[in-house]
Each structure stands twice: as C-alpha cells, then as structure tokens.
C-alpha cells in the first residue's frame, strides 16, 4: 500500500512514457543534457533503492526534481542547489509531498508557526536545515534523498547524495591560476548555453563583477539571444554602469524606473501575494527586488515566455 499523496503545481512536470517517475527540469547525465521524460526515463531503469538513486544521483548536474512511486516506497529527490523545492509531511498514516509548501501546511492542518523556527526567520531571513516555519512542513535540502517506505506507520528518511566540502587546491603560479579560472568559467557558460538551446538569456546587470562577467562571456562565445536590463530611481549609478556595459558590448538594454506609486500599485496586486507565498515556501524570505522589474518586462512583452534567468549573483557560490 502506497500511502503518499502527491501534489504539482508547476505545470512543467513530465513523467517518462511508463509513468512512473516524475521529473521538473533537466540535467546533464554523465556530460549530456536529458531534458523532462529523457531523465525521466534514466531514473524508470534504475533500481528504485536509495543507494541505486545516489549512484545515478551523483552523475547528475542541473535544475530538477524527481519523483518516483512503487508499491512499497516512494523516492523524491532534489538537485545540489535545490533549485526546485520539494517540501513533506505527515499526518497520520499518510504523507504529503509537493512543491507547494502551501498545500502540505493545508493537508497536515498546521496552524501555527513553530516558536523558534519563527525566531530564527525573523533573525535570518529564513528557516535553516529541513525545517520550515511550520512543525510538520519539512523541505529537502540541497543535494538530498528522501525515502519514505510506505505502509500502516510510513518510514520517512533522508540521504544526503551531494555535498559541497571545501579543499585547498595545489597552488599553481599567478599565471596558470588566471587561465584555469578563465577555462573553467568559459566552460560552465558553454553549458549554459547548451542548456537554454538558443532561447532568451536575460541578465539582470549591474556595476557587480558577477553580471559583468556572465554577460562578457555569453557574447565572447558568441550566444546572440541575450537581454539585459536594470532598475531603480533614474540616474542611479548601478544602471549607468549596466548601460555602459551593454552598450560596449552591443547588446539590448532595458531600464525599469522604480517609484512609490508603482510598486504602491503593484504590491496590491493579488499577482503579489501569489508571488510571495510561492517564493517563499513558508521557509525563507522572498526576494523582491527584482520581481517589478522583471513584472513589467514580461506585461510588455520584452522578456519571452519561456526565457533564462541568469542572476549574477549566483557567483556569491564561490565568493
């Protein structure tokens, strides 16, 4: 008896053609991109054990959420940054698993916030570890496995297939250390590349070394589809250093003036809300800054429907 109830909100979720794994994003598997029911169908074939989905886990480097249900267990899965979260939990002899931390709090009737969970989000900006800001909402953390043994009494565990350990590297002299960085970020933005297949790359570019650098070298490489924009009060020095930017690099740039009575419009917008509690998985604080800006490209049309988001401050994983 498979007791677990799942529910996914995103529509990009595909199965492979047996239907039994569910998988969101993508992944590239052993150095080539499987795309929705390609991994799907990677994680069908394998043993459905966790030591099996470790083993393939850990040949596995991208955005996505696999999910995979037998008659005895169910196996969820997310990517070493958590990218896509996945949250759980239990009331009684059924579990709950969704990327909706919304409708897991619903289905195992949470009411009220966990004491010190609270005061650790209103002191960080979120919750740390496997817990949110609810006593039986609980979230995958990066790079982990859960396992849930079905039955009368389900047996939850979690394994954490990836984790990020830190290792003093031999040092080479000043010279052989530039052209090692330079190789190694030329190839993870060819990968990019690779991965977006030719639709639309927007930047969200500052005067910031991170931005700058993706930027540089998605046209160094040669990738056409890239947009940048920037934001704020008019003048301000972050975009004057983005618009120089992308004039010197010949690309299309886009400024989103910020004011009171537009984000004052906009924040009572039920758009807003939907936002803020998906962002937020009842689990961390959500990032708004951009989310006006990025509003206001989408309703005119100017960033495509199915574009690539590339922050630069995804470089802070290495800073």
Not at 26 to 34: E, K, M, N, T, Y
Request: hydrophobic share 35%.
């Amino acid at each position: 008896m498979n007791n677990v109830v799942t529910y996914w909100s995103n529509r990009g979720w595909e199965s492979d053609p047996a239907e039994q794994v569910m998988v969101h994003g993508s992944a590239f598997h052993s150095g080539q991109l499987l795309r929705g029911r390609q991994l799907a169908t990677v994680f069908s074939e394998a043993n459905p054990s966790p030591e099996t989905w470790q083993d393939v886990l850990s040949h596995c480097n991208g955005f996505f959420a696999i999910a995979r249900h037998t008659p005895t267990a169910t196996l969820v899965a997310v990517d070493r940054v958590r990218s896509i979260p996945v949250f759980y939990g239990q009331q009684g002899g059924t579990v709950f698993v969704s990327d909706d931390a919304e409708w897991v709090r619903q289905s195992v009737g949470d009411t009220e916030m966990e004491p010190l969970a609270r005061e650790e989000f209103q002191l960080a900006g979120y919750v740390t570890g496997s817990d949110t800001l609810y006593p039986n909402v609980k979230q995958l953390q990066a790079g982990e496995l859960l396992h849930i043994v079905t039955g009368e009494e389900p047996k939850l565990a979690t394994h954490r297939w990836y984790r990020f350990t830190h290792s003093e590297p031999e040092y080479w002299d000043e010279g052989e250390l530039r052209d090692d960085l330079d190789k190694s970020t030329e190839s993870s933005v060819r990968r990019l590349a690779e991965y977006a297949a030719g639709r639309q790359i927007v930047i969200p570019l500052s005067g910031g070394y991170d931005s700058r650098l993706i930027t540089l070298l998605l046209k160094r490489i040669g990738y056409d589809n890239v947009l940048t924009f920037s934001y704020g009060v008019p003048g301000n020095k972050e975009s004057e250093y983005s618009r120089q930017v992308a004039e010197a690099l010949s690309l299309p740039w886009h400024f989103v003036e910020y004011n009171a009575t537009k984000w004052r419009e906009a924040w009572q917008t039920d758009e807003r809300l939907a936002y803020q509690r998906w962002a937020s998985g009842w689990a961390s604080l959500p990032y708004v800054q951009d989310w006006l800006a990025v509003r206001e490209l989408k309703a005119n049309g100017i960033v495509a429907a199915d574009a690539v988001f590339c922050p630069g401050h995804s470089g802070d994983f290495i800073s």
